[in-house]
């Protein structure tokens, strides 16, 4: 690949997505979205976690239809073909996460990522799964994406879209340096994430601020040590009272925010992102087949959890 690359990346934050809100509603907040994106110079866009609908893992369902309408049976679907046509037009490329329900009957928290042709190129399914699948009664909301989500099966890969290696997680991948280490030894150079991030934590009175600092420590130390981008579309603000954190970002491979949202309604945020100051990193500091000493890591593929001393 030539040096001297750039992305125009954008990332797309919502606000928040109600109960209420059609999905026709929500693609059209979306269009808009891709079409300011454009005209801000970005030929990437990258949208949320279950950016269609409401962050439903947040209720207690039991009505199997009534879950169902959070869930995409095919994509493109009809309902947002219009995103896809758009882009197409536009001759943009994006990220989109959404609730996957296979034909076969599985659930999966996934995004895409569709080329400027308008085509699918890459799918993931999400790994890190947080939160319960029993009902908590005392909780103020549930956390459910244990129970309404089988863990991926995808794994973590890269896809060359229009000459650029991307690598994707959501959400909750991007707390876990395995994520991102898996993807740059695939020569992953920008990775891209959608999120939903519950202010309050139901497991323990985590400090609200600490949400937010948590989640950008993750990715600027990612970002640096792993010598990728990181574009992070979150879903925020109050949805039907449930208060989710913004702060969507892009990350240098510097480790540095380079573009932040101020906001906690839908909001573009846009960068040149220039490819090569990966490069460096990748050619120095870490250049991993220089570097990297696989035969001292073995407890990371061997142990789940942590485990006594080696002896
Ligand atoms: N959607 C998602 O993965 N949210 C998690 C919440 C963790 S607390 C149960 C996150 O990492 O932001």
Request: hydrophobic share 40%; proline share 5%.
């Amino acid at each position: 690949m030539s040096s001297n690359r750039t992305l125009g990346l954008a990332v797309a934050q919502m606000g928040a997505v109600n109960l209420a809100d059609s999905r026709e509603a929500v693609v059209g907040r979306l269009i808009e979205m891709l079409r300011e994106a454009k005209s801000r110079g970005a030929e990437h866009v990258v949208f949320p976690e279950l950016a269609l609908t409401t962050f439903f893992p947040r209720y207690w369902i039991e009505d199997q239809e009534e879950l169902d309408r959070f869930y995409e049976k095919t994509m493109p679907n009809p309902q947002v073909q219009p995103l896809f046509d758009e882009a197409r037009k536009l001759e943009m490329s994006f990220y989109l996460g959404y609730a996957e329900l296979t034909p076969e009957g599985r659930r999966f928290n996934t995004s895409i990522l569709v080329n400027k042709a308008g085509n699918i190129a890459g799918k993931y399914r999400k790994i890190h799964l947080p939160g319960h699948s029993d009902h908590k009664l005392d909780a103020p909301f549930q956390h459910l994406e244990k129970k309404y989500f089988e863990v991926g099966d995808l794994g973590f890969r890269v896809f060359n879209l229009d000459e650029t290696l991307f690598g994707m997680c959501l959400c909750n991948d991007r707390r876990w340096p395995e994520t991102y280490r898996v993807l740059s030894l695939q020569s992953a150079e920008v990775v891209v994430l959608g999120y939903n991030t519950p202010s309050v934590n139901i497991h323990w009175n985590e400090p609200v601020h600490l949400r937010t600092s948590t989640h950008l420590i993750s990715m600027q130390a990612s970002a640096y040590q792993n010598a990728v981008w990181v574009a992070a579309a979150g879903k925020c603000g109050s949805e039907d009272g449930f208060h989710m954190i913004g702060s969507s970002v892009i990350v240098a491979p510097t480790g540095e925010i380079v573009a932040r949202a101020i906001t906690e309604e839908d909001e573009v945020i846009v960068t040149k992102a220039d490819l090569q100051i990966g490069e460096n990193f990748r050619q120095h500091v870490f250049n991993f087949a220089k570097h990297r000493s696989p035969e001292h890591y073995r407890l990371i593929v061997e142990r789940v959890g942590a485990g006594e001393p080696l002896a």
